[in-house]
């Protein structure tokens, strides 16, 4: 491989030729062999957002020529077309400020707008990173990644589950079934019903995730090192966030306390909350599902899922449900990333907040894995569901449950002895019923009719 030399206040450190970053990238290459988890892309375009809308508020606010301005648009377009991807190598397990991430960003942006020019028109510190610290770009870029991330992957994602489940809803408004509480034969319900709260659950979890987006639409740029804005000039960080604003089409403005920006992550902790809560919905709603398709002989088999892959190595014919299972998977992960988020949240000292990077790392992986297994859920599972209503009417006539719809008539006692007659002799309802003398057989069928107790 060849090298070139490359310097920063420290001195000189060979990077390799074909790339584009700088001293201090390198330096973080070296220092940092941790894991296998990288910065995440989206957090890099993020960068390239909020590093163009930042030379453009330098820019009208008389800190930044024209010709400079535009190499570093050129630069951020590029990285935003995917055009520079392999020149952002950082690990997620490097310093708690993002620092070497920030500086990352400048350095290829700088060297970019450098080799387009002929010549050193850009300075990594003194023109891209102009009038910022990592202290504020690091958490602005975080809460842009965020924001754009949930609108683009999860909101999407989630609207599609939401159809499919509206259309399963209508086709089965029909279909009465046995309804189940404590896992245990419960009063009749239609498999409509049961599906609009799958349904609901997810309405209620898209409305708590848009609920939560205010904080993340205050940025934390103009506060450079500690908050108090030293070296922005004035308006910039209504200026800067108004260009995030403008590039993203999302309601971004400048956060009124930088304090409260730098230091604290509330606002990721709050919108990661109603992930959890997405998670722990769709949790319920896979289990629901792999419940009711169990079988395909001796389990529920209320319902048929699609058979996507043989399930075993060793018992032929054996299918599972996959999808199920990679859902309940993602779930316990969000479930976890959740707890990172809150106890690396709570560690802001004094005026800076030092676990940024795995912030980032696991709001993101949550919000990614969220979208990839709702999408793979609804295409691979939820669209091919169909009832097997043959056997959800055997459930429905052989449940002890549907005595509920004689306790007006005998009283909840005698309706008790039906049922327990019924289970201890393995005989019907009917047949305890009429054998206690509570009622004639023309009586029973005049007063029982379970397909209407929905």
Known sequence: MEYRMEHDTMGQVAVPADKLWGAQTQRSLENFPIGEEKMPPDLIQAFAILKEACAAANHRLGKLDDRRFALIQGACQAILAGELAGNFPLAVWQTGSGTQTNMNCNEVIARWGNLQAGEDLLHPNDHVNLSQSSNDT????????????LHRRLFPALEEMLVCLQDLENANGDVVKTGRTHLQDAVPITFGQEISGWRSMLEHSRDMVTASLDGLYELALGGTAVGTGLNAPPGFDAAAAQEVAQRTGLPFRTAPNKFHALTAKDALVFTHGALKALAANLMKIANDVRWL????R???????????????????????????????????????????????????????????PVLAHNFLQSVRLLADAMVSFTRRCLKGLTPNREKMAENLHRSLMTVTALTPIVGYENGAKIAKKAHRENISLKEAAVALGLFTPEAFDAAFHPEEMA
């Open 293 to 296: 398709a169990s079988g395909p």
């Open 298 to 356: 001796c389990g529920l088999g209320e319902i048929f899922i699609p058979e996507n892959e043989p399930g075993s190595s060793i018992m032929p014919g054996k299918v599972n449900p996959t999808q199920c299972e990679a859902l309940t998977m993602v779930a316990v992960q969000v479930m976890g990333n959740d707890t990172v988020m809150g106890i690396a949240a709570s560690q802001g000292n004094f005026e800076l907040n030092v676990y940024m």
């Open 138 to 149: 690091f958490p602005t870029a975080l809460h842009i990644a965020a924001a754009t991330a």
